[in-house]
């Protein structure tokens, strides 16, 4: 009988050592269990994401002000509805501080970027980022650990290069967006020429220059929309709202944060728009309880296995949301009819 009980007895153990170890994994994630497992401080990386943008912006600024350097503006490509898709120089050198110094702050970090370079840079030239802001210490008061892969990082390293030719400064930002598991979780919107950052991580806090914009007495609509693709969205406001204010004006950073601030109750737009200039608006939409969707209705999924395209039209607001859907159903139901139609 004795090896009978040997058995068990060893049985038991494996039962317990599994146990103990169920209960580990419950406690702690499974990077306890497999240690090589990299998982990311979601403060540290907001602090990260502060300084890159900020990075990124200040190449932006200095490009445009120091009347020896040109902007050589170059046409990438066309929208779908025939407008000219511009890139600078100072979209490309920002590219690389932002996308760069998150390589070389992450290694092995899934980043998304607007623009592409084909000549990659040594990160020995990258100078160090740090991950402790002051500003961030004193507003966020815990933490949360993410494993990496769960994370991607969508950068527009200049929004509206468009405005940004043309000398209309006060449009212009350098965003860096947050994503875990496809939900925009921290947005980063800077902008250079104005010289404040606005940040928000979503459950955790937001930066001291922006609060969510007191509710209005429903009645006359200010509705901001692009100015450099336009498509129909006037005639689509009109038809939803009537004699609704149609204010005009260049990047989708700059039009979240008037929608944040009050200065318009809602953004509109219609044509096709990609998911680096919207992400970080989200975001920070979200974490004031504000909303993004499209004109249907529907989140965005910001997962990097997506297209990075959003062609089913966009609405945000800080408060009625659902009534600006109701008022823009008939445009989501022609949009999708479009789209069928051009795919």
Not at 156 to 166: F, G, K, N, V, W
Not at 172 to 188: A, D, Q, S
Not at 192 to 210: K, L, R
Request: aromatic letters at 8%; glycine letters at 8%; charged letters at 25%.
């Amino acid at each position: 009988m004795a090896p009978v009980n040997v058995r068990l007895n060893r049985f038991g153990v494996v039962i317990f050592v599994l146990a103990t170890l169920c209960i580990l994994f419950y406690l702690f994630g499974l990077p306890w269990f497999f240690p090589g497992e990299p998982r990311v401080s979601m403060k540290e990386l907001l602090s990260v994401s502060i300084v890159l943008a900020q990075r990124g912006g200040k190449i932006v600024r200095d490009i445009a002000i120091n009347n020896n350097r040109t902007l050589d503006t170059k046409q990438k490509g066309l929208t779908r509805e025939g407008k000219k898709e511009l890139v600078t120089r100072s979209d490309v050198e920002s590219h690389k501080a932002i996308y760069y110094g998150f390589a070389k702050a992450y290694p092995g970090m899934q980043v998304i970027s607007e623009e592409h370079d084909t000549e990659p840079i040594s990160l020995s030239a990258i100078p160090e980022v740090t991950k402790k802001l002051e500003e961030v210490e004193n507003i966020i008061k815990s933490d949360q650990s993410i494993a990496m892969k769960s994370i991607s990082v969508w950068v527009d390293p200049l929004d509206a290069t468009q405005e940004y030719t043309e000398g209309l400064y006060k449009y212009i930002t350098t965003m860096v967006c947050i994503v875990v598991n496809g939900e925009p979780t921290i947005g980063v919107i800077h902008r250079p020429f104005e010289g404040d950052t606005v940040w928000a991580w979503v459950g955790y806090g937001h930066s001291a220059n922006i609060e969510k914009a007191a509710k209005k007495p429903e009645g006359h609509q200010k509705i901001i929309v692009s100015r450099s693709h336009e498509g129909t969205v006037a005639s689509v406001v009109q038809k939803a709202f009537g004699d609704a204010e149609i204010i005009h004006a260049g990047g989708s950073g700059y039009k979240t944060l008037e929608v944040l601030r009050g200065n318009a109750d809602a953004y509109i737009h219609v044509t096709q728009i990609k998911k680096w200039d919207i992400c970080s608006g989200n975001a920070i939409l979200s974490a004031l309880d504000g909303k993004m969707t499209t004109l249907e209705g529907n989140y965005l999924n910001y997962s990097p296995r997506l297209d990075v395209k959003n062609d089913k039209g966009l609405l945000a607001t800080i408060h009625n949301h659902h009534q600006f859907l109701e008022h823009l159903e008939p445009a989501a139901e022609d949009l999708k009819k479009n789209t069928k139609t051009k795919s």
